[in-house]
């Protein structure tokens, strides 16, 4: 059974960083793009950033050169450092892996950046 966890999670002050992490497990990992994405309050759930299984990553324009996505291979986690935070990046964080034709989801983890 496959299984995303996200933990790292907080409140922070504007200009400050929070590093998320989520671990996977279910043998998925290693074949499995990964991404992050974001859900504020009344909007839609956007794609934060994506690192795929040989390590090439992309990011959404409103985070690029801000935040960094990563993969622990040996550890099954994928991780989002996130800099220079904005109180617009407040929203719930998801972790999702796809294998295939199939994505998988984590609970999500809250990020609340105060101005």
């Known amino acids: 059974q496959v299984q995303l966890v996200e933990s790292g999670g907080g409140l922070v002050q504007a200009g400050g960083s929070l590093s998320l992490s989520c671990a996977t497990f279910?043998?998925?990992?290693?074949?499995?793009?990964m991404r992050w994405y974001h859900q504020a309050p009344g909007k839609q759930r956007e794609l934060v950033a994506t690192?795929?299984?040989?390590?090439?990553?992309n990011y959404g324009d409103d985070v690029k050169g801000r935040f960094t996505i990563s993969r622990d291979n040996a550890k099954n986690t994928v991780h989002l450092q996130m800099n220079s935070l904005k109180p617009e990046d407040t929203a719930v964080y998801y972790c999702?892996?796809?294998?295939?034709?199939?994505?998988?989801w984590g609970q999500g983890t809250q990020v609340t950046v105060s101005s």
């Open positions: 690192i795929t299984t040989v390590g090439s990553t």
């Open positions: 999702a892996a796809r294998r295939g034709i199939n994505d998988y």
């Open positions: 279910g043998s998925i990992f290693r074949s499995a793009t």
